[in-house]
């Protein structure tokens, strides 16, 4: 991947990577909140603070779905990771696995088949997947049928609802890093192994 001056990064569509020597109060609440949690601030957040609306609504979402979702760790990270790998967005199934093993407690069994996109180990967890995925396709327009085989394996209208915000979410980051072409932070192109996107 082609790296550029540190002084003048940006993708290779001219959106910016380096940040100015000061920033807004609101982009840096974020961007502390990052390192704190994960020790950097990835090239998402950076391209996002040109937009601070963007860039808090992606993280607030996240935080909304940490304290108050109806959804595990896991099971957000199962549907975030979903829509990634159904987008094609290397960036995204790669940062879920970094997040997986940091944040969300996902096993390395389930990553490995939601990129294979294969069955996952647990009925529910496929039932989840395929709802999510149904609701991203159909664009929230689903079947009855298809909003019953969710509830029947456990799941409640509120965990239906909290799909849609997780997708939210995914629209956000996967839509930013395609629109600006963004490039891979290091840490996460050993993750990229068995990405065929």
Same mark, same amino acid.
């Given at each position: 991947?082609?790296?550029? %001056?540190? *002084?003048? $990064? #940006? #993708? ?7 940040? +100015? @020597? ?6 840096? /609440?974020?961007? %502390? ?18 937009? +601070?609306? *963007? *860039? ?15 959804? !595990? +760790?896991? /099971? ?23 997040? =997986? ?7 390395? @069994? ?13 009925? $529910? ?14 664009? =929230?327009?689903?079947?009855?049928? #298809?909003? =019953?085989?969710? $509830? ?9 609802? %909290? ?5 939210? !979410? ?5 839509? !930013? ?7 891979? %932070?290091?840490?996460? /192109? +050993? *993750? !990229?192994? =068995?990405?065929?996107?």
């Amino acid at each position: 991947m082609q790296k550029t %001056d540190q *002084l003048s $990064k #940006t #993708t290779k569509r001219g959106f910016r990577l380096t940040l +100015p @020597e000061k920033l807004s109060q609101e982009v840096q /609440e974020v961007f %502390d909140w990052y390192v704190e949690n994960y020790k950097f601030v990835p090239n998402l957040s950076r391209v996002m603070s040109e937009a +601070p609306a *963007l *860039l808090r609504s992606y993280w607030q979402t996240q935080l909304n779905l940490m304290q108050m979702g109806t959804l !595990t +760790p896991e /099971e957000n990270n199962v549907v975030q990771m979903s829509i990634a790998v159904e987008n094609k967005c290397r960036y995204c199934a790669s940062g879920h696995i970094m997040a =997986g093993r940091m944040v969300f407690g996902s096993s390395e @069994e389930v990553m490995a088949n939601i990129i294979a996109e294969s069955s996952l180990p647990e009925a $529910k967890l496929n039932a989840l997947r395929d709802f999510a995925l149904a609701v991203y396709e159909g664009r =929230g327009r689903v079947s009855d049928e #298809t909003l =019953g085989n969710f $509830k029947s394996a456990g799941y409640s209208n509120a965990q239906a609802l %909290d799909v849609v915000t997780n997708i939210s !979410t995914k629209v956000m980051s996967n839509f !930013t890093n395609q629109l600006t072409n963004n490039e891979l %932070d290091e840490v996460l /192109e +050993p *993750l !990229t192994d =068995g990405l065929n996107f």
